[in-house]
Every structure is written in structure tokens, then in C-alpha cells.
């Protein structure tokens, strides 16, 4: 594929991807999900059905560009409703359900939203039904019967079949993804069609996706990284997706899906092993793969990490069990994805750029430049300006390196980095990815306090009470001075703050990282 610039390519339309997917699978199974303990099953021509009468519902209310936030869990109507947003012209505004009153009152405020799309698992409280300026009220999406109704009331015969006859401009703005970050105030990612898309039109590296492949969605689908990716890319593919809403229904889930893939976060894949782990310890008889298909299904093959630092040690230990697992590398301000797996990458790179990407180094920083970048942030000029170069290179804050072979390797997060008054620039990242090596080490956060550098640790207390350690501080603290002896004067860990609850962490996952204090 090849490209001269932002300006001079074209992605397809979500209406585009969804009528030749219904065209070419027609009434194959595309989407898996539980119900009441049963097993229900959407078609591709299914999708498109629901979710062109999902558009004319939405230009019914009215016909111009709107603003529409969506915050509910994974689900069937989910997909239903944000396609409907998508292929009307309308821009799509995706929330965590679990946003509390006072962030949702902002940031619809903020995102200047006009209709809002839940489900039972967001709290509209009155407050956020009242007091903002929406066309119509806030609308249930499993509401008994909705959907249906919906479906049945604005149909391909119906009076207003010609409703979905409507256009998208593939340069404007389609979606407004707000980013949780580590730090700081959450900025709205405006990403056109033709980003929002065009992020899954790679064709190279990963071999795991494919008609015949099986991907359970375990992520959430307000972040970029799974709408696009267990979304929007298998729609292309044609593979068959099955939705995992809720982490506490992910064991039954895998045990009645049993996928040949999934996309998921360190935190997964690490609670995953333990599971297999438990197995083999319980039913010695088992062999490594038995243990593992115990607990994934028969089927599995791949899992694609994201979203944190995976440890080799762990791509080691998947390795044993048959189990290929890789991580990939993304910014919702690129669109989604910018490098991924392939057999060839090492275990410690984050991927191969796709040939939608080009990167450089520019004082250590990792930039790219491509078709799919954001358009910026949603009325945040300043913030915008500062994420790009003159030249129009996203920053992406990450410090790192590029192989001539496109493969990306990442040490750090710029804005992380701390320097000391001796001037002596540490990476917290460098000194946290040596603790992944000891099991005793759940999450462990690195920072300066006082021109000194302390990492807080919490211990693995299942591992400490399952091998009889009574003192996990002791343990840790033997550690730590096993790890000074050898690491540089301004990477010594000064102090040592052993927690008993886990690190505090954004709606991604991700470890919140404190303010930095020399």
C-alpha cells in the first residue's frame, strides 16, 4: 500500500465495510454472545439489518450532525447501536458506563453532546437526564423490546427506508474517543472515518485472523483498541467475534467459545497463567497444553497483548503451553494500532509497524507519521499543537527505537523520565521491568520523592500464602538491595513502600503514575 500523505488516501466507509461483508458472508454467524445462559448468534446480514434501522431511527430525531455518546458495556446492541452512529454521518462519543455524575455532567458538556445511548450498567441519575440540551431523552439501549421495535419500525420497507440512504464525508470527523491517560485532564481524540478505519486496512505480519478464526472480546469497546480492533477489523476479515461483557464471566466464556484468539491486556494474560498454573498443580496428569486448553478452550492459539509492558518471561511461559503470545503497539491518536506481532518479532519489541506507518527518532522520542492520525483533540488547540511536530509527526512520548526492519522497541515514557539534581535522566519504566522476573512482585510503581528514587510495591499475597512466606516485605526488601548492588548511582532504589491494596489504575488498566517530586 502505498501513500504520499495524509491528504491523498482513502479509507472505505463502516457502511462500506458492513454492506461487503454482508454481501460476500451473507448469513454466516458473525456475533457470539451469552444470554441467559444460552448461546445467541447475529449474522452479518443480521448486523446490517439492525443497524441501517438503528441509522433511520437516529436521522428520524433529526438529520444533522450530532453529537452522540454511547456508554454502556460490551454487548450486542452495543455494536448494533455505535454502527447506526457511525453510518448515519453522526460523530460516535463512546463512555465508560462506570463514569460517576459529575464526570459524565462534564464531559458531555465538554464533547457537546445532544443524544446519549446506555445500557443498565451506566447510572443516568436525573441530573444527567435533565440538565443537558439533548434532541430526545436518554435512551436505554436493552430496554425490553428496543431494539426490536426499532428494527421493526424503520425497516428497508418502511416509510423511512430512504432514511439510510445518507453519505459520510470520510475526512470529518466520525469519532471522539476520550483518552483516560496515566495523569492529567482526559482530551477527546477526534479521529475522521478515514483514521477510524483505515487503521484496520493492514494486510501484513499477523497470520491469526482469518474467516475461519474464532476472537473473543474481552476488552472494553469504549477504548480504541478493541472497537477498532474486535470490531471493526473482523468485520473485514469475516471472522466470527464472540463478547465477553463482564472479567467475571470470562472463565465461561472461554469455556464456551473456545476462540483461536484474543486481544488483551498484561493484567489478562498474567491472571490467565495463574489459572492454567492452578490446573497443572491440581491435576498433575495433565500436560502443560491439557492444562491450558482446560482453562482457554481447545482452540486457542494467539493472544495480542496491548495497553502496558508485556515481560518476555511471560511470552516464555505461554510458549510451553502451545500458546503464542505477542504484543502489538497503539495510540487512539493514530487511530488505533501502529505496530503488530508477527513469529518473527523478538520478545521484546511491541510489534512491526504496519505499512500504514513510518517512524523516526527525534531525541530519543518515537514519532510517527500516517494516514490515520487524529484530526486533533476535541476544543483543545493548545494541547493539539503540542502533540505534533512542525512537520506533522505525532509524538508519541514513548522513548525508544526502530529497527531497519520495522520493528519497535520502547524504554520509557517520556514525560515519566526523571531527572535528578545531579542531571541524570531515570526511566521508572527501566527499574519497574526488573521486578517482572520475581513471582512475589505483583505491581510495582517507580517515581522521585525528595531527589530520591522509591518504588512502591505490591506483593503477590496468593504467592506469599500458597509458599508460606509470612514477611513478603522482608522478601521485597532483600530484593531491592540484590538489585542495588548492581544498578547505577542515580537508578538506586532509596526507599521501599510495601502496600496492601493494589496500585490505583486508570479505566484502561493502566497504573496511575504520581506527580514526580525532586
Not at 464471566?249 to 476462540?259: A, R, V
Not at 504496519?354 to 527525534?362: C, D, L, P, S, V
Not at 505525532?394 to 539534581?421: A, C, P, W, Y
Not at 548492581?486 to 491494596?501: E, P
Request: hydrophobic content about 35%; proline content about 4%.
Amino acid at each position: 500500500m502505498e501513500w504520499n500523505g495524509v491528504a491523498e488516501y482513502k479509507a472505505p466507509s463502516v457502511r462500506e465495510l458492513l454492506d461487503n461483508a454482508a454481501a460476500k458472508y451473507g448469513d454466516r454467524t458473525f456475533i457470539k454472545f451469552l444470554c441467559e445462559g444460552r448461546v445467541e448468534e447475529r449474522s452479518f446480514n443480521r448486523l446490517r439489518e439492525d443497524s441501517l434501522a438503528v441509522c433511520r431511527y437516529i436521522r428520524s430525531i433529526g438529520t444533522e450532525k450530532t453529537h452522540i455518546a454511547i456508554a454502556a458495556l460490551t454487548s450486542y446492541e452495543y455494536i448494533v447501536f455505535i454502527t447506526g452512529i457511525l453510518i448515519s454521518g453522526n460523530v460516535a462519543v463512546p463512555f465508560a458506563p462506570t463514569l460517576s455524575e459529575k464526570e459524565a455532567l462534564s464531559l458531555f458538556k465538554r464533547a457537546d453532546i445532544e443524544m446519549l445511548f446506555y445500557d443498565n450498567a451506566f447510572n443516568c441519575t436525573p441530573a444527567i437526564r435533565d440538565s443537558l440540551n439533548y434532541k430526545i431523552a436518554p435512551v436505554n439501549i436493552t430496554g425490553d423490546g428496543l431494539l426490536d421495535g426499532i428494527v421493526e419500525k424503520y425497516s428497508s420497507t418502511s416509510e423511512y427506508a430512504s432514511l439510510s440512504d445518507c453519505e459520510t464525508d470520510i475526512n470529518e470527523c466520525a469519532v471522539i474517543i476520550y483518552t483516560s491517560g496515566t495523569s492529567g485532564t482526559k482530551k477527546g481524540v477526534m479521529l475522521s472515518m478515514n483514521a477510524f478505519v483505515g487503521n484496520i486496512m493492514y494486510d501484513e505480519y499477523v497470520d491469526c485472523f482469518g474467516e475461519n478464526s474464532v476472537a473473543l472480546s474481552v476488552l472494553p469497546m469504549y477504548h480504541c483498541y478493541c472497537l477498532s480492533g474486535d470490531y471493526i477489523k473482523n468485520l473485514k476479515d469475516g471472522m466470527t467475534v464472540c463478547l465477553n461483557s463482564s472479567m467475571r464471566d470470562l472463565p465461561e466464556s472461554l469455556k464456551t467459545f473456545e476462540p483461536t484468539v484474543m486481544r488483551l491486556v498484561p493484567m489478562i494474560a498474567q491472571t490467565l497463567l495463574k489459572l492454567v498454573k492452578m490446573k497443572e498443580n491440581r491435576h498433575p496428569e495433565l500436560t502443560p497444553r491439557q492444562a491450558a486448553e482446560a482453562v482457554f478452550g481447545k482452540n486457542i492459539q494467539w493472544l495480542i497483548s496491548g495497553g502496558a509492558y508485556l515481560d518476555p518471561e511471560l511470552v516464555t511461559e505461554y510458549g510451553k503451553l502451545g500458546i503464542f503470545l505477542r504484543q502489538g503497539f497503539g495510540m487512539t491518536e493514530a487511530g488505533g494500532r501502529v505496530s503488530v506481532p508477527d513469529t518473527k518479532c523478538t520478545t521484546e519489541s511491541i510489534g512491526r509497524l504496519t505499512n500504514m506507518f513510518k517512524a523516526r527518532i527525534e531525541h530519543g522520542e518515537i514519532q510517527i507519521y500516517g494516514p490515520t492520525l487524529m484530526l486533533g483533540y476535541y476544543k483543545m488547540p493548545e494541547e493539539t499543537a503540542e502533540a505534533f511536530t512542525q512537520d506533522g509527526w505525532l509524538r508519541t512520548g514513548d522513548i525508544g527505537e526502530v529497527t531497519e526492519s520495522g520493528e519497535l522497541f520502547i524504554t520509557g515514557r517520556r514525560k515519566n523520565l526523571i531527572i535528578l539534581s545531579s542531571g541524570e535522566n531515570v526511566s521508572p519504566e527501566a527499574i519497574e521491568k526488573k521486578f517482572a522476573q520475581y513471582e512475589i512482585v505483583s505491581e510495582v510503581l517507580v517515581y522521585a520523592e525528595n531527589d530520591r528514587i522509591v518504588a512502591d510495591i505490591y506483593p503477590d499475597y496468593s504467592y506469599c500464602e500458597e509458599n508460606d512466606i509470612p514477611d513478603p516485605g522482608s522478601v521485597i526488601t532483600a530484593i531491592v538491595k540484590q538489585m542495588n548492588s548492581g544498578a547505577k548511582a542515580s537508578h538506586l532504589i532509596a526507599q521501599v513502600n510495601v502496600l496492601t491494596s493494589p496500585l490505583p489504575r486508570t479505566e484502561s488498566g493502566k497504573i496511575m503514575r504520581k506527580k514526580v517530586e525532586i
